[in-house]
């Protein structure tokens, strides 16, 4: 199993201590980071017995791929403080690990290059949105990105402006200079590329539409209303997510969130079932097979990918990746659920999924 607190640790000592801090940080006092990790935790299970657990299968299906894991990677800004590679790395070791890649709008690699590399292996990529003051300037890398064979589109929902940092706030290294403008070319005014405060569901629409019909999946849903209000704007997925920790401090972790949304999204009606999926704090399988059993279909991890980048380039993300499942599969097994599907179908314990909130 992968010890992603030791590979922190080693992560921290290798960084740049601004680069350190932007990726580890969150927001405000850090109440919504701290309970994120905590909340999988407290996810109970009633495992099945007496079940044939000989083949396990981690496949899980997405919109318009099939794939090995159910853990991918979350889009996360600004790899190239990690490594001299940046997202080439995390998204070659993403693809050999057979994970879902999310290459964020704040790469700091061309989105043709990232395309080309995981491309070239086979893998399964999904651009992440965040949109921009200037519409153009975002349509232009949704187009670009659609060119390059994203699969799918992620909006961010949750960052109509961007949450006060507990510590310092984002590099002055990350910010500024040429690896920030890879992908958004020359810009005398800044200002275009700040987020726009503006997007609404409306924008899941206009995306699919400039994108020539990209699945969009939106990220950032807390509430079931907000994820019906996504299904019927024509969102194909949604992801379950407080961005980390580093949005609204003292938005709820996405283990409490999860449940209801996935009910209401199954339960829709004369539709088909939307599915959920969910990020946040998850480090070890059995945080992913909590997720699941809470009705997630896949999960993403953040931070752990960036420790892993920052120690070892692609070979360390597809090794962390690679261990996650393997220790999925094992605690799948013990719960006596075969398959991704199976998983879903009834193993919360007592008390699970309890929360009914929101
Ligand atoms: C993020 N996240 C994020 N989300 C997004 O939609 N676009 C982005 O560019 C970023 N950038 C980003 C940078 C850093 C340094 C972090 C830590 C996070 C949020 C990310 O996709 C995801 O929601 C969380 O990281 C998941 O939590 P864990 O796994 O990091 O605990």
Not at 172 to 184: E, K, M, Q, Y
Not at 302 to 328: F, I, K, M, S, T
């Amino acid at each position: 199993m992968p010890d992603v607190a030791e590979l922190e640790r080693r992560a921290r000592r290798l960084l740049p201590a601004d680069a350190y801090d932007y990726y580890a940080g969150g927001s405000g006092r850090g109440a919504t980071l701290r309970a994120s990790a905590d909340a999988w935790g407290q996810v109970w299970l009633a495992p099945r017995i007496l079940r044939d657990v000989t083949a396990v299968d981690t496949t899980t299906a997405v919109p318009g791929a099939t794939l090995p894991t159910p853990i991918g990677v979350a889009p996360t800004a600004y790899h190239g403080l990690a490594h001299p590679d940046g997202e080439l790395a995390t998204a070659a070791g993403a693809a050999r690990a057979g994970a879902l890649f999310v290459l964020s709008t704040r790469s700091t690699r061309r989105i043709e290059d990232v395309a080309e590399v995981v491309g070239g292996l086979g893998g399964t990529w999904w651009f992440q949105v965040y949109v921009m003051r200037d519409r153009e300037l975002t349509a232009g890398l949704v187009r670009r990105a659609a060119a390059a064979g994203a699969g799918a589109l992620v909006l961010t929902g949750d960052t109509p402006v961007v949450g006060r940092p507990l510590g310092p706030g984002p590099s002055p290294r990350a910010v500024s200079g040429p690896d920030f403008l890879v992908n958004l070319g020359p810009l005398e005014d800044l200002s275009r590329a700040v987020h726009a405060a503006d997007v609404t569901f409306a924008d899941i629409g206009w995306l699919a539409e400039i994108s020539g019909g990209l699945p969009v999946v939106v990220k950032g849903v807390l509430r079931r209303d907000d994820a019906l209000a996504c299904a019927a704007h024509g969102a194909a997925a949604v992801i379950v997510s407080n961005h980390g920790g580093r949005q609204l401090d003292g938005a709820v972790p996405a283990a409490w969130a999860l449940p209801g949304i996935a009910a209401a999204l199954a339960a829709r009606p004369g539709g088909q079932g939307l599915p959920a999926y969910a990020d946040g704090g998850i480090r070890t399988g059995s945080d992913a097979l909590a997720a699941l059993a809470l009705g997630a279909r896949a999960v993403f991890v953040g931070r752990p990918v960036l420790w892993a980048l920052a120690c070892g380039g692609a070979q360390a993300v597809q090794e962390l990746l690679d261990g996650l499942r393997a220790d999925l599969a094992q605690q799948m097994a013990l719960a006596g659920a075969a398959s991704v599907s199976s998983i879903a179908a009834g193993i919360t314990g007592p008390g699970w999924p309890s929360p009914g909130l929101l």
